[in-house]
């Protein structure tokens, strides 16, 4: 129940986002859409009228950006189906009041014979990118309301008024001319028509709205889902392959160079002794949590817990630069970390071992449970080199080729001599990194 909780409020947050990403669009939309009708009246109108009814035009566009200042904010909703019905209020009135030209007394009737009723389908074409069905609908009752009043208030204003039903049954041209293009002509039937486009159209755009809300719910499900199961994933498998294997890739086994860091805590076994099972288990879930974060700083690969030991690789599964050098990094922040702090109440110590060399790396296992390791001929030094620390009572171990590789960052590493390494037959050169 917690799980689907969780997840249904993740679905309901990336809809929120969406819905709020959309009503900011829509405002720059509805911007973007007044500038051309502006430019319109501008050029096809006459002078000094055109510059009145551009200017104005303009001046309603820049005051529509203001409900961008409501985003984020609790008035935003409000501010939503504000701002869309102040537009269709405003169609309206223009439609009812606003003259249709300065050169005389026009009848106001005769506006709807102009586009300005157009208008009302931009603005709910805008409404439709704020990715709300009721939004939408709201939109288009506010249009078939602003239509009826607009129509309403003309007709209060005619001593009479004709329309299609003074024509007579099959009228003529004649007939139909004298009717249609009388001054006092209405088309009733005609505005109660545009009414019922603008239902069917807010309809057709709600259910379209709906859709893709679906669409959005639907995929932040499955992005969700995927999070999750990445998250699970992750517990029991490198973030990095877990990832990859995620995304459907595949990974094959492969040989390469690469740097391994093994790093155990000194003294566990008789610190554990000494404490309840529940606190060893949140110590090392303290200690393993930074210190994957440190590896994963520098660039690595926590590839297994082994006790209480880590096995990190740099360059195995994923290619970095200077791995070596990483990987030297990423000991010295070890070092750091538990001599700046405590776990659980307790100061750690920790013996790390480092080794450059060819490890084997990839998914091993059964048909139905597998994991991702690392082995080699690379693997057995790094843990040899973090035993040899007990005995030489150094802190960190790298190998020559380590050293070598990342001289730049071993400035003052000490030369412990060729030792013999248990696994391998030939000695190899063995430096101390800021040992005791």
Avoid at 176 to 196: C, K, Q, S
Avoid at 340 to 352: N, P
Wanted: one cysteine or more.
């Amino acid at each position: 129940m917690r799980v689907e909780a969780h997840e249904s409020s993740a679905v309901e947050t990336a809809l929120l986002d969406a819905e709020r990403k959309g009503f900011r669009l829509a405002v720059l939309g509805r911007t973007c859409a007044l500038v051309p009708i502006a430019l319109f009246y501008l050029v096809a109108y006459g002078y000094p009228n055109n510059v009145y009814v551009a200017g104005l035009i303009l001046a309603t566009a820049t005051v529509g950006i203001a409900p961008l200042a409501l985003v984020g904010g609790r008035l935003e909703r409000g501010g939503r189906y504000a701002l869309f019905a102040v537009d269709m209020a405003s169609i309206s009135i223009m439609l009812a009041v606003a003259p249709i030209s300065s050169g005389g007394d026009i009848p106001q009737n005769l506006v709807f014979f102009t586009t300005r009723h157009y208008y009302y389908y931009i603005v709910l074409a805008v409404s439709v990118l704020t990715l709300s069905p009721a939004l939408v609908l709201w939109t288009g009752f506010c249009a078939m309301a602003g239509l009826g009043g607009a129509t309403a208030w003309i007709a209060a204003g005619m001593e009479s008024f004709v329309s299609f039903g003074d024509l007579p049954a099959g009228p003529s041209r004649e007939a139909f001319l004298a009717v249609v293009l009388d001054p006092n002509f209405l088309g009733i039937p005609t505005r109660m028509g545009e009414a019922l486009v603008i239902a069917v159209s807010t309809g057709i755009a709600a259910l379209a709205v709906h859709r893709a809300r679906n669409m959005v719910r639907a995929h932040a499900a499955v992005e969700e889902k995927r999070n999750r199961i990445q998250r699970l994933f992750g517990r029991y498998v490198p973030e990095q392959v877990a990832e990859r294997l995620m995304d459907g890739e595949q990974l094959a086994p492969q040989l390469r160079e690469a740097t391994v860091l093994f790093a155990d805590i000194e003294g566990f076994t008789s610190l554990s002794e000494h404490l309840p099972p529940r606190q060893v288990i949140q110590l090392l879930d303290s200690f393993f949590s930074a210190a994957t974060t440190i590896v994963d700083e520098q660039g690595g690969v926590v590839v297994n817990h082994v006790g209480d030991a880590i096995i990190a690789a740099f360059n195995a599964p994923l290619p970095v630069e200077g791995y070596p050098a990483r990987a030297v990094n990423a000991a010295r922040a070890l070092q750091a970390l538990v001599g700046a702090r405590d776990f659980e109440g307790h100061r750690l110590r920790v013996r790390i071992g480092i080794a450059t060399g060819p490890v084997a790396a990839g998914t091993v296992g059964g048909t139905t449970r597998q994991t991702y390791t690392i082995y080699g001929d690379t693997v057995n030094p790094a843990q040899r080199l973090e035993r040899l620390n007990k005995e030489l009572e150094t802190d960190c171990l790298i190998c020559g080729r380590t050293f070598n590789e990342a001289s730049s960052v071993c400035a003052d590493a000490v030369a412990v001599g060729a030792t013999q390494v248990r696994g391998r037959d030939a000695a190899i050169e063995v430096f101390s990194l800021g040992g005791r």
